[in-house]
């Protein structure tokens, strides 16, 4: 059976690029008689509110999207990724990074041939800090970050590869973004190790992202095979952008599918462009 799932961050109202992304999981598992999850990717507390949280679920339904079983809130299950993170130290896997983003840019290595959704390339400058200094460092309160040691799990999983809908069998580069911050002292794990986390208890066996995400897949598999997680199928589809050709984001103020029904625009008309605008957005 194909289970696949939505998760929005709950950060402000969903645009088109959404429902777009939405539009392709739930039509995935729906023509094939599977099944479609929400999940709530809350763990921003900072910026994650309720208010937008009842608005995902007012918008989706209003589209006529619906959802399979109970909504999964990662804000709920902090033990879980507190658990993926005590068998990642137990094999020696992760490590505290004390530098500064500031830190980072200046010590990062020269660009790589693919972007990467998280920065500038770690350049592994804490990766093999003295016990010493990492325990007077953590005694004196240092702010400090949870990172994966990539290349440690890479020798320890031998080559991997994931299948994508679009290229095929994908052979995977744990170079591509080095050693993710996994968690942090003020946050209890990071986008990396919870959508992983998450995928497997949750038994996805599709996950449609946009193709922002693909060098992120590179880690996930990664980590699923030094945590004994499940492997699924990935599609990695374009996303929509505006006029000027830059993608539809939040941050810079794209149309939210609220506005558009308080603008008396159809439900079923936006949803129809959404669908439109996916015709063969898939990365080949």
Same mark, same amino acid.
């Given at each position: ?74 804000? !709920?299950? %902090?033990?879980?990724?507190? =658990? ?7 094999? #020696?896997? $992760? /490590? +505290?990074?004390? @530098?500064?983003?500031? !830190?980072? %840019?200046?010590?990062?290595? =020269? ?7 998280? #920065?500038? $390339? /770690? +350049?592994?400058? @804490? ?158």
């Amino acid at each position: 059976m194909i289970v696949t799932r939505f998760a929005p961050s709950p950060t402000g109202f969903l645009h088109l690029g959404h429902l777009h992304a939405a539009l392709i999981g739930w039509n995935a598992a729906r023509e094939a008689g599977g099944r479609f999850l929400l999940r709530i990717e809350d763990i921003d507390t900072a910026r994650c509110r309720p208010e937008f949280e009842r608005a995902i679920m007012e918008d989706l339904g209003w589209v006529g999207l619906d959802w399979d079983g109970p909504v999964r809130r990662q804000s !709920d299950h %902090l033990d879980d990724y507190r =658990a993926a993170l005590a068998r990642l130290e137990e094999r #020696g896997l $992760i /490590y +505290p990074c004390f @530098c500064s983003r500031k !830190d980072i %840019l200046a010590a990062a290595s =020269a660009p790589h041939d693919v972007p990467s959704p998280d #920065g500038p $390339i /770690y +350049p592994g400058t @804490c990766r093999h800090l003295p016990a010493d200094i990492v325990k007077a460092r953590r005694a004196k309160g240092a702010p400090y970050a949870l990172r994966f040691d990539s290349g440690k799990a890479a020798a320890l999983a031998g080559p991997l590869s994931f299948e994508d809908q679009g290229q095929g069998n994908v052979t995977v580069r744990p170079d591509l973004l080095g050693d993710v911050v996994l968690a942090r002292r003020d946050a209890p794990a990071s986008y990396h190790l919870c959508v992983t986390v998450d995928d497997h208890l949750q038994g996805v066996t599709l996950v449609t992202r946009g193709v922002d995400l693909f060098t992120a897949t590179h880690v996930h598999r990664l980590l699923q095979a030094v945590l004994g997680l499940a492997v699924p199928v990935y599609r990695h589809h374009l996303l929509l952008t505006n006029a000027q050709g830059q993608r539809l984001s939040k941050r810079d103020g794209a149309l939210s599918l609220r506005q558009m029904r308080e603008d008396g625009q159809a439900a079923a008309a936006i949803r129809k462009q959404a669908e439109k605008a996916g015709i063969g957005q898939t990365r080949s």
